[in-house]
C-alpha cells in the first residue's frame, strides 16, 4: 500500500511559477513510477508529467519546456516545478504512482493522492 499526499498549489498569476510536492509513504520501494495529472473542470484527466525509479521522465507536450519533475529520495518527494503558468494550466493537479512497469507503460497507476489545486489567473 502507498499513499501519496500531493501540497504547493494555490493561486498564481500568469507567468508565475510553483512547485508542487508529492510525499509518499507506505510500500514506497515497490514504486516504478511517479506521475502527476491534471485535471480541469469539464475536462478529460491529462497525464502531466512521468519519472521512473529508474529518474526516465516524460512530459505532455502541453507543458513540455516549462515543467520539470524530479524525485529526491531521501525525502520520499516528487516535484513538479512549473514556470511559466497559463490560464490553462488550471487544474487540480494529482500525483499517482505505478507499482509496475506494465502499469507504467499502461498509464494504469494503481494510488492517488488527494489532489492540489492550481489556478492561474490574473
Known amino acids: 500500500q502507498v499513499q501519496l499526499v500531493e501540497s504547493g498549489g494555490g493561486l498564481v498569476q500568469p507567468g508565475g511559477s510553483l512547485r508542487l510536492s508529492c510525499a509518499a509513504s507506505?510500500?514506497?520501494?515497490?514504486?516504478?513510477?511517479i506521475a502527476w495529472y491534471r485535471q480541469a473542470p469539464g475536462k478529460q484527466r491529462e497525464l502531466v508529467a512521468t519519472?521512473?525509479?529508474?529518474?526516465?521522465?516524460k512530459y505532455a507536450d502541453s507543458v513540455k519546456g516549462r515543467f520539470t519533475i524530479s524525485r529526491d529520495n531521501a525525502k520520499n518527494t516528487v516535484y513538479l516545478q512549473m514556470n511559466s503558468l497559463k490560464p490553462e494550466d488550471t487544474a487540480v493537479y494529482y500525483c499517482?504512482?505505478?507499482?509496475?512497469?506494465?502499469?507504467?507503460?499502461?498509464?494504469?497507476?494503481?494510488?492517488w493522492g488527494q489532489g492540489t489545486q492550481v489556478t492561474v489567473s490574473s
Open positions: 499517482s504512482a505505478a507499482r509496475y512497469f506494465s502499469d507504467y507503460i499502461m498509464d494504469e497507476y494503481d494510488y
Open positions: 519519472i521512473t525509479v529508474g529518474r526516465n521522465t
Open positions: 507506505g510500500s514506497i520501494a515497490s514504486i516504478y513510477a
